[in-house]
Nanobody
C-alpha cells in the first residue's frame, strides 16, 4: 500500500522559511516521482514542484522558482520542499503526491495516483 505523509507546515511571517517533508512507503522510490501541490481556500489545487526520483530532475512553478527547492533522500525515502522568502500568497494546504502519469504534466493533480494528507502553511504579512 502506497503511503505518503506530509509534515512541516506552520505559521511564519513573510520572508521566513519552512521545510516540508514527505515520507513515502509502499512503492519503489527510484521508479517514481513526487510532486508537491498546494490548495488555498476557494482555489484549485496548484502544482508547485516535482522531482523525478530516477535522476533527480526537478520542476518548479514559475511562482516559486528561485524561492523553493525540492530534494530527495533516497535512503530514507523522503522528499523535502525547502521554502524560502515566503510570501502571504504562499498560504495554502500543501500536499505531496506520487506515481501516475506525472511525466505528462507534473503540475496537473489528476496525473498523480497517490496522495498524502495536507499540511497547512500560513504566511502572514
Amino acid at each position: 500500500e502506497v503511503q505518503l505523509q506530509a509534515s512541516g507546515g506552520g505559521s511564519v511571517q513573510a520572508g521566513g522559511s519552512l521545510r516540508l517533508s514527505c515520507a513515502a512507503s509502499g512503492f519503489t522510490f527510484r521508479d517514481s516521482a513526487i510532486g508537491w501541490f498546494r490548495q488555498a481556500p476557494g482555489k484549485e489545487r496548484e502544482g508547485v514542484s516535482c522531482i523525478d526520483l530516477s535522476d533527480e530532475t526537478t520542476y518548479y512553478a514559475g511562482s516559486v522558482k528561485g524561492r523553493f527547492t525540492i530534494s530527495s533522500d533516497n535512503a530514507r525515502k523522503m522528499v523535502y520542499l525547502q521554502m524560502d522568502r515566503l510570501k502571504p500568497e504562499d498560504t495554502a494546504v500543501y500536499f505531496c503526491a506520487a506515481d501516475g502519469k506525472w511525466s505528462v504534466d507534473y503540475s496537473v493533480a489528476s496525473n498523480y495516483d497517490n496522495w498524502g494528507q495536507g499540511t497547512q502553511v500560513t504566511v502572514s504579512s
